[in-house]
């Protein structure tokens, strides 16, 4: 009917809307590579005349300890949380009891609430338990408000898995943590890759929780970027390579591993 | 298999075989029950507490529970500094909204052609989901730079060098409007995801029913309107429901590209500049829990109605 050559139109718009999507990528690259010679804003669309790191390495100077604190943050967060939603993942689907479709849906609504509803008394109870300030008030807040996801993920996928391979397992003997252990757990790897990304990213990119749990010792660095875009001392041109920087791990994770990370976009808003 | 039966006779002779019916249950709920338990105080304890702080007069750094009924509630109602903030949150909404469903469905409609390319256009509409919305605060806040004539950058530079002259605008700090301004960054961030998820509605519909129409003489476009449009309801309406509650809780965006301006003032900033620098517990909490409710009164249903079409599968 229609052949690859009466469709080329279609490149038009889609080029446009590349652009579109792109702008804000190249003013921060464009920027960064920029001397602080050449930076003003009057220029910011001219290409750098020469490639130079200064903005760079200033933005490195400023946001080092907090990038390292970020990874200090989200990759416990991203673990534990995932282990909790696999296990709870894998009794939601495959172990019946009763409550269990009540369990659910309250687990899920988790998801969406505004943490604004509950602020408060996190605050209070992390303080309460001496763990505002530090890390692990956030990692701990980070772990249960990623439960809903990540069980919502492996519930999703045990539930394909036929019936008779835990059936059989369970004749064999093996106990309700054998077949999780020795049947499920390996061949849920995917699901494995789709919840920690998912965590991460949405740990990485938090800014809520940091702001309220943690001190300037400890801040991850959403949070130091948003003081030093805030600030009168740090140039825009500096702002823009510390926002890349800050981009960084998530855009890599995401360049890389695009296909899971997509699974666990739409699990989030039910459609899987 | 191999290795659950070869662990078989060890397991047999170590543990006597429990009543299976009750371990079917009990076992399973003892690997349940920290995450209940956590998400049981965490969600629904901490929101009981926050609805317990919003019906006191806790102000100032002591706690003070000594019950005022729902005070906080009225005088939120009569706020001047509230009232901008439902207005900006409805405009926002508007603008984020149908935004991302026009791109969305826009971009699904072109990449469902079949080109050769789609894949890396797919990728590159939809890595800004990938990024923190500070960072894309912080770099929309230079790109909206509000400044006209000899300091003008940004967009409006941008705008002045290729001719467009009439785009030049102030951007966020547009009087009334600005709102409207913050929402494109969020535009920009979230309608690949509109798109993804318009895509797999596309993919869904069977080839066979666009085939039918167009043996019975519809042309492309006809196709799309009275074929696949409507097929795709259910998709925006869940788009609708998941884009919404994201713009009933938008935050850190705001506070990224302009800092805490009553002018683009917010429920959920309000709620925390009120809380953790006016020390205003009562009223934030209130706040929070006014957020809550909007933000319910869209999901529940979404979820309710999520839940039983997956169980009659």
Not at chain 1, 10 to 34: E, R
Not at chain 1, 43 to 63: E, K, Y
Not at chain 1, 147 to 155: N, V
Not at chain 2, 100 to 127: N, Q, T, V
Request: glycine share 8%; net charge positive; hydrophobic share 55%.
């Amino acid at each position: 009917m229609t052949d690859r050559n009466s469709r080329a139109w279609v490149y038009i718009p889609l080029s446009m809307m590349a652009l579109f999507y792109l702008v804000p990528m190249f003013v921060m690259l464009n920027t960064g590579f920029k001397s602080f010679d050449e930076v003003s804003l009057r220029t910011m669309w001219d290409l750098p005349s020469s490639i130079s790191f200064d903005n760079f390495v200033a933005a490195w100077d400023a946001l080092a300890p907090n990038l390292w604190n970020s990874v200090r943050i989200v990759v416990p967060a991203a673990t534990i949380s995932s282990a909790l939603g696999s296990l709870n993942g894998y009794v939601l689907a495959r172990w019946r009891f009763r409550g269990a479709n009540i369990v659910f849906p309250l687990l899920l609504f988790g998801m969406f609430i505004p943490y604004q509803a509950i602020l408060i008394p996190l605050v209070d109870f992390m303080k309460n338990v001496g763990l505002v300030g530090g890390m692990w008030g956030l990692v701990i807040a980070h772990v249960v408000y990623g439960i809903p996801i990540t069980t919502l993920i492996f519930r999703n996928y045990f539930a394909t898995i036929p019936a008779s391979l835990v059936e059989v397992a369970r004749i064999d003997g093996a106990g309700i943590w054998q077949t999780y252990w020795r049947v499920m757990l390996p061949l849920a790897i995917p699901s494995f890759v789709v919840a920690l990304i998912w965590q991460f990213t949405s740990a990485w990119n938090d800014f809520l929780f940091a702001v309220v749990l943690t001190d300037n010792t400890a801040w991850p660095v959403t949070v130091a970027l948003n003081n030093l875009a805030g600030s009168q001392i740090i140039e825009w041109n500096v702002q823009m390579a510390a926002s890349f920087m800050a981009a960084i791990p998530t855009l890599l994770v995401y360049i890389f591993l695009g296909r899971y990370f997509l699974r666990g976009m739409m699990a989030g808003s039910l459609k899987e | 298999m191999q290795a659950t039966g070869t662990e078989r006779g060890t397991r047999l002779s170590r543990k006597p075989r429990l009543n299976p019916v009750r371990m079917k249950g009990g076992a399973g709920l003892l690997l349940l029950l920290p995450s209940i338990l956590a998400v049981l105080v965490f969600v629904y304890g901490f929101i009981g507490w926050t609805a317990r702080v919003s019906v006191s007069k806790w102000k100032g750094l002591l706690p003070d529970y000594t019950f005022v009924g729902l005070d906080n509630y009225k005088n939120l109602a009569a706020d001047p500094r509230f009232a901008i903030d439902v207005r900006n949150t409805a405009i926002f909404t508007v603008v984020f909204v149908l935004g991302c469903l026009f791109i969305g469905l826009g971009l699904a409609m072109l990449l469902d052609k079949g080109i050769r390319a789609e894949g890396f256009y797919r990728s590159l509409f939809l890595f800004p989901m990938a990024i923190s919305f500070i960072v894309t605060g912080v770099v929309w806040r230079w790109l909206m730079n509000p400044a006209v004539g000899d300091r003008a950058s940004g967009l409006n530079l941008l705008f002045e060098n290729v001719g467009l002259d009439a785009l030049v605008n102030r951007w966020h700090t547009t009087p009334t409007w600005g709102i409207a301004a913050v929402a494109l960054p969020a535009v920009w961030q979230m309608s690949g995801y509109t798109m993804a998820i318009y895509l797999a509605g596309l993919r869904a519909v069977p080839e066979g029913l666009r085939e039918a129409a167009r043996v019975d003489g519809a042309d492309e476009w006809q196709v799309y309107r009275r074929v696949v449009l409507p097929l795709l309801r259910p998709v925006t309406l869940s788009a609708l429901i998941i884009l919404g509650h994201i713009s009933l809780k938008v935050f850190d965006l705001i506070i990224a590209l302009a800092g805490k301006q009553v002018a683009l003032d917010v429920p959920s900033i309000y709620m925390w500049t009120t809380t953790f620098d006016g020390y205003f517990f009562g009223r934030g909490a209130s706040i929070g829990i006014v957020l809550l409710v909007s933000v319910a009164v869209l999901v529940i249903p979404y979820l309710w109605y999520t839940l039983r079409n997956e169980a009659e599968q």
